[in-house]
């Protein structure tokens, strides 16, 4: 089975651009979160979603946007980039709570803004 | 705040030696920990996890302690090989979070 797929591997944009990274979960997986790593920082927690309905938010600005699709898939968006957008963004899935049935990460999407 | 920090950056350890990662984690309402290592190029990898109610667990080569009097966790991986050089993260969940919180990470280099 293909684990967590993530798209574009990398990805070069200016300031000011809009960027959509997407995620396809593990086969099953109803819930999709996002995370945003900073060179040399732990994952920060942006969004999940499970059954294409929000189930959380971070501390995040509303530039940064997501949604997810009846296939489960996910897309994160965000307007109006700043340098310090530049970042590694991971999804991760789960069939449930992260607790009974952990969390599989994808190898993320590397954003680097100039 | 929710937090959960890493008393060393770096460690290195020769090959076949024992590794010891520590965290401190600081929202007593975390339920929830987990273990995870990070490849370079690669999203974080599942390694060990313990809920609260439990002080010790132990897998392949790997044991995971929790003192909840100190809130304090440690990774200790044992007979330490080159293939376990990679950068290590605590994470914890709040009871009723579906919300990882990451700390900032130990780098471990083992020595041939």
């Known amino acids: 089975d293909a684990g967590v797929t993530q798209s574009p591997t990398h990805l070069i944009k200016t300031r000011g651009q809009h960027v959509t990274l997407r995620c396809s979960p593990i086969s099953g997986h109803k819930s999709v979160s996002w995370y945003q790593q900073v060179l040399g920082q732990g994952p920060q927690f942006i969004f999940q979603y499970y059954e294409k309905e929000e189930r959380g938010r971070g501390n995040f600005p509303d530039r940064f946007s997501a949604r997810q699709f009846p296939n489960y898939s996910s897309e994160l968006n965000v307007n109006a980039l700043l340098l310090g957008d530049s970042a590694l963004y991971l999804c991760a899935s789960t069939t449930g709570r992260i607790a009974n049935y952990g969390y599989t990460f994808g190898s993320g999407t590397r954003l680097t803004v100039v | 705040g929710e937090s959960v920090g890493l008393h060393l950056p770096t460690l290195s350890v020769q090959e076949g030696d024992n590794s010891i990662i520590n965290c401190a984690y600081s929202?007593?309402?975390?339920?929830?920990f987990i273990w995870y290592k990070q490849e370079s190029g690669k999203g974080p990898q599942f390694i060990i996890d313990?809920?609260?109610?439990?002080d010790k667990r132990q897998g392949q080569r790997v044991t995971v302690l929790l003192n909840k009097t100190v809130k304090h966790l440690s990774l200790q991986i044992a007979a330490t090989q080159p293939g376990d050089s990679a950068v290590y993260f605590c994470a914890e969940i709040v009871g009723g979070s579906e919300k990882l919180v990451f700390g900032k990470g130990t780098k471990l280099t083992v020595n041939p």
């Open positions: 313990i809920r609260s109610n439990m």
């Open positions: 929202n007593s309402a975390s339920d929830y």
